[in-house]
């Protein structure tokens, strides 16, 4: 019997390739073209205002919080209230700036409970940090109205989001800076690369010298210019980062952005079979999706006693789930609130995400289940 994996990206291979071929016979292959058409196309299927190309996620998540930082003159040892249900690029990017990290602990969606983050506010709290967990936007309104009425900044750790829409529109537009991951196993997958979106004009234009070493005039921009005899000449203003994204990268984003839609309907195919064949095993706690919310399924989770042991069972069977995520608290680098956010160390003992990827059937999604039982009978 043929192994599940947890995640198999599908491309368009014959369209990308197409693309790619255009960067190569141009000859621009670097920051370019590519990336300027898909920022506009990304512009165009969020309807967010601003949308930068990066290399990362995480490379979207340090410029948001840098940049956010720079205009708020925000100080070393300044708070921003975080989630420590998340891979550790959210709560790495706040330590990369000498921020500290508050953790409140998660809802019933696996996100940020605003009923939780209220009391972590402080006088030296200056953003909140909330990660869209498999594509839910949990109760990311109301956590949007508490910064709004705390005049703190919102960043939105949206990695899982791509293609999550709240009662029909693109998320992003709640928060001041909104990140996206197209890496190799996302819902749009390139290689590795992302997109920072800032409501600020200015501070979108501010990340676009951040992200190429703080050079004034990237080299396309250098390029495309029509006139002037100093084409060439530009200013470094600050100790940037290399952070920008490539045309290969965009080339393929473009594409699969063709397909996100579709795709992501598949997704919450998957997930509509996983709950009819799991709704009525008591032993099997399935987490919901809020209220409103299309989500783009990047995950789909449960959560299940003795965890550990029925993953392995699991893979006896060549079924081959995951875990999203461990409690960062666990980290010697967080562990300073070991014990402070019960339910989310609560879940991170007991989650486990199935297989979620386009290349699954009916009949496959059905095996997954039953191993998961079956496990779940041997292991108790």
């Known amino acids: 019997m043929e192994p599940i994996q947890l995640f198999v990206p599908t491309f368009h291979v014959d369209e990308v390739l197409s693309e790619i071929r255009e960067c190569l016979e ?32 995480t490379a979207g998540l340090h410029l948001a919080v840098r940049l956010l930082k720079e205009a708020g003159n925000w100080k070393q040892g300044d708070e921003v209230i975080s989630t420590p249900l998340t891979f550790v690029s959210t709560n790495h990017v706040l330590l990369y700036e000498g921020l500290r990290p508050v953790f409140a602990d998660v809802d019933e969606y696996l996100c940020l409970d605003p009923d939780a983050v209220l009391p972590q506010i402080t006088p030296r709290t200056r953003a909140v940090m909330f990660v869209g967990l498999g594509g839910n936007v949990g109760q990311l309104p109301r956590v949007a109205d508490l910064c709004r009425r705390n005049n703190l900044k919102l960043i939105l750790d949206a990695s899982h989001m791509a293609g999550t829409r709240y009662y029909g529109g693109h998320v992003g537009g709640e928060a001041d800076v909104s990140v996206f991951s197209f890496q190799a196993v996302k819902n749009l997958p390139t290689a590795d690369s992302g997109m920072v979106c800032f409501s600020d004009a200015e501070l979108d234009r501010e990340a676009r010298k951040w992200s190429w070493l703080g050079i004034g005039k990237d080299t396309y921009a250098r390029t495309v210019e029509k006139e002037g005899t100093y084409r060439w000449y530009y200013d470094v203003e600050h100790v940037g980062f290399k952070y920008n994204g490539n045309s290969i990268m965009a080339a393929i984003a473009l594409v699969q952005l063709r397909y996100l839609d579709r795709d992501n309907t598949y997704r919450r195919q998957i997930a509509a079979w996983y709950d009819e064949f799991l709704e009525d095993d008591p032993r099997v706690g399935r987490v919901p999706v809020a209220p409103g919310c299309e989500s783009a399924r990047h995950l789909y989770q449960v959560l299940v006693e003795n965890r550990d042991q029925v993953m392995a069972q699991m893979n006896e069977e060549k079924v081959f789930p995951g875990v999203h995520y461990r409690d960062n608290t666990v980290y010697r680098m967080y562990r300073y609130a070991a014990g402070t956010c019960p339910k989310a160390a609560r879940a991170s003992d007991c989650l486990i995400s199935l297989p979620v990827h386009l290349r699954l059937t009916r009949y496959d999604v059905a095996r997954v289940a039953s191993c998961l039982q079956r496990a779940l009978g041997q292991c108790i």
């Open 26 to 57: 141009k000859g621009w292959t670097g920051l370019g073209f590519k990336t300027v058409q898909f920022e506009e196309a990304w512009r165009n299927y969020t309807g967010l205002k601003n949308a930068h190309f990066v290399n990362s996620a």
